[in-house]
């Protein structure tokens, strides 16, 4: 073979490689925006449960810590009263939407309703007034432990929120580049 068929040989250009190159790097750019959309649609999701969470369980018990009607050693008597009838909602929302929470502020939940001397059975028949006493400590610690257990949540929605801002940030500036 002479020296110029060799340079032919070596220079000469196999289109179907090109091609089959070009497809393969198209493929991963597809691939690697789909994989963005992807984590972008996963961190909405996240933020949305956040809110729900949020709206839903943490923030009416944070807003109303201070509240002595809805964190009273004894709710209101009776369902039927339409004055109290805000009380009772409040609590059936809490109640309802508590399994969206994390199992610590849950279990916060389930004590403090739990722990009402109105919730224990027999507590109007108890006559001893330590045995009484006794009961309503009780209640006034696990009340403490819910409110803890709130503003811990409270926080932590917070930083989740604030990172997955910045996440969703990050993703706004991708799409600019696109």
Known sequence: MNETALLTNIFAINWSDIVNILLTIILIIITYFQ??????QTTLTKLQRIDDEFKEIVEPLYSNIDSKYYFHDRPPSYRIDP?????WKFWENIKYNKYICP?????????FLKHQPDNIHGFDEIEDDSEREKVKNNFDTVKNNLFSAVKKRYSELHEEKE???KKIDEFSLLNLIK
């Open 35 to 40: 994989v963005i959309q992807a984590n972008r």
């Open 83 to 87: 004055k109290h009838s805000h009380y």
């Open 103 to 111: 199992r610590y502020l849950r279990d916060e939940i389930e004590s």
């Open 163 to 165: 990172n997955l801002m």
